[in-house]
């Protein structure tokens, strides 16, 4: 069922949090392995890992999507994808979302993606949908997952992560937790349509960029504001000197 596992109204949580989610989130964002945990209803996504000397071409759907199970209520998270290539390319999708299904009515979270070359070039060549969808649901709405990119330049967990949002404010969630592994060093983290970085406890996160955007809510004040946010659960997060956070929310949590 995974750590991060649901029980009665509540949906699980992998790397971003489920509403009213039991469990912590858990996984490296970085190089994930870990599948994804079940809701009360529901099978949680399993874990995909490849390493391919040559170029990986992506011809048809890499899913570490969660299964619900018809008539259920609680969803269940999407698990990891974990893909080293010298090259790829491609036009279809990459997914470890929050599987869906209709009569559902409380989200699980997305899970974490990695995407690492060994060769020379970037990731242009992919032209899919690469998601960790949360849901929407009647009530609330789920945290989305994490998506690495790392070129060969960037080799040894120096690249972007990303934190896609899901467009609508959290409901009862945690926003993208990181709560294990590092420390990290990214080149850049992107937050955008009300996405929500979490450091967890003994947790350090390090960044060249931290880039804000779209619209998130201030669950203090309940006001909306066009910045991505970061909130310290007992971890630290650092900038090189002399850089500042642009367009960002931040609160320290005790």
């Known amino acids: 069922q995974g750590p991060g596992w649901g029980e009665q109204e509540r949906g699980a949580s992998p790397g971003g949090s ?32 490849l390493t391919v000397g040559g170029t990986l071409t992506v011809n048809g759907h890499i899913s570490a999507n969660s ?52 060769g020379p070039g970037d990731f242009s060549g992919l032209t899919g949908a690469i ?10 709405n789920g945290a989305c997952g994490t998506i690495y990119y790392e070129t060969a330049a960037q080799a040894g967990g120096k690249g972007k992560l990303v ?9 009862n969630g945690r926003g993208s937790e990181i709560n294990e592994g590092g420390p990290y060093d990214f080149d850049e983290i992107v937050a955008t349509n009300y996405a929500c970085l979490g450091v967890g406890p003994g947790v350090v996160v390090k960044t ?3 880039l804000g955007g779209g619209i998130v809510v201030d669950p203090v004040n309940s006001t909306g504001n066009s910045k991505g946010k970061i909130e310290l659960r007992g971890g630290e997060f650092r900038l090189p000197a002399g850089e500042a956070l642009t367009n960002v929310y931040g609160r320290v949590l005790a």
């Not at 994930?32 to 874990?47: N, Q």
């Not at 998601?131 to 609330?140: P, W």
Request: glycine fraction near 20%.
């Open 208 to 210: 060249k960029k931290f």
């Open 18 to 49: 489920g509403v009213e989610a039991s469990g912590r989130c858990y996984g490296s964002p970085v190089t994930p392995v870990t599948i994804g945990s079940a809701g009360r209803d529901g099978r949680g996504g399993g874990a995909i890992a």
């Open 131 to 140: 998601e960790v969808k949360a849901r929407k649901t009647a009530t609330g």
């Open 67 to 118: 299964t619900p199970v018809s008539g259920g209520d609680w969803h269940s998270a999407g698990g990891s994808v974990l893909l080293v290539a010298n090259a790829m390319v491609g036009a279809s999708n990459i997914t470890a979302s929050c599987g869906h299904y209709g009569t559902q009515t409380t989200s699980g979270a997305g899970g974490r993606i990695a995407l690492k070359l060994t």
């Open 163 to 171: 934190l896609p949002g899901a467009g609508v404010a959290l409901t």
